[in-house]
Structure formats: C-alpha cells, structure tokens
C-alpha cells in the first residue's frame, strides 16, 4: 500500500510538472504571437517613417533650391536698392565716394526680393531642415524597435524549437 501510494504521489508530482511544462509553453508561444504581432506593427511604422522621410528629403530640397534662388535674386538686387539711397555729396557706404555719376538700376525680376522676403526663404529652409531631422530620427528609433523585436522574436523561437524557426525574422 505504502509502496503504491508513493508510486501515485509520483505519477501526480510527473503529472504535474508535464502540465506546467506545457503551461509555460504556451505562455511562451502566446508571448511569441505577441511579440510577432509587434514586430508587425513595428515593420509597418518603419515602412511609413521611411516614406515619411523621403517626402521630408523632398521638402527640403525644394526650400534650399527656393532659398537658393531667393538669395540670387536679392543680391542681383542689391546694387539697385543701395543706387536708391545714394545722395549727392554724401558718402556711399561700399566705396566711400561722395561724387556717384552713374547710378544702378534694379532689375524688374530683382526688384520684388525684399530682405523680408529672404527671411523668409531662410525660415523655410529652417523648417524643412528640422523637419528632414525629426523624420531621420523617427527612421533610426522605429529601426531600433524592429531590431529589438527581431531578437527578441529569434530568442523566442529558439528557446521553443525548430518547428518556429522558419518564421523568424520580418
């Protein structure tokens, strides 16, 4: 009786060991299905972050190719506006002369580039360039979620056997 009483308290102590053993496999296989649904998630709000990015790269070639020819067209400007405020007699402030024969004029595409209009060419590509930035950075941090997923999603598989293996990596 004694020997058949320990021989049941093993069985039921095997029992229950095999029941935690398929318990925290399942944990783990549902942790896993967790974890692939995330690296799901992740991959795609790369993928956007990604497109997001290259709109900004666009953006911010168009602002500096704007800047640009704003610029140009305020120093092609610059003689002209200065000839305006030029007074007999009195010095010109780039050479200094105060006798100014012959005046420039300024050009009819030139004449609308104000400093106020420059300013804000320079403001605009301000914007574009911390808004390339911010996109850039929002690239690295959902790459470094998606790398961190992809392990831990390996670890996973691998901890649980090979009949996971061939889902692996996204």
Excluded at 51 to 77: N, P, S
Excluded at 120 to 142: I, Q
Aim: with cysteine; net charge negative; charged share 25%.
């Amino acid at each position: 009786v004694l020997f058949r009483s320990r021989a049941i308290a093993a069985r039921q102590e095997g029992a229950s060991l095999r029941a935690n053993a398929v318990a925290t496999n399942l944990r783990a296989r549902q942790a896993l299905d967790a974890d692939r649904a995330s690296l799901a998630k992740a991959t795609t709000a790369h993928a956007t972050a990604v497109a997001t990015h290259a709109t900004t790269v666009i953006a911010l070639e168009a602002a500096r190719t704007h800047r640009d020819a704003t610029f140009h067209a305020w120093t092609a400007g610059l003689a002209g506006r200065l000839a305006n405020t030029l007074v007999e007699g009195e010095a010109c402030p780039v050479c200094g002369s105060d006798h100014h024969p012959t005046h420039a004029k300024p050009g009819a595409d030139v004449a609308s580039v104000t400093d106020e209009t420059l300013d804000a060419a320079d403001r605009a590509l301000t914007g574009a360039s911390d808004g390339e930035r911010r996109a850039a950075e929002a690239v690295a941090a959902r790459q470094a979620e998606v790398d961190n997923l992809n392990d831990k999603v390996a670890t996973a598989v691998e901890a649980l056997g090979d009949e996971d293996r061939k889902s692996t990596r996204l």
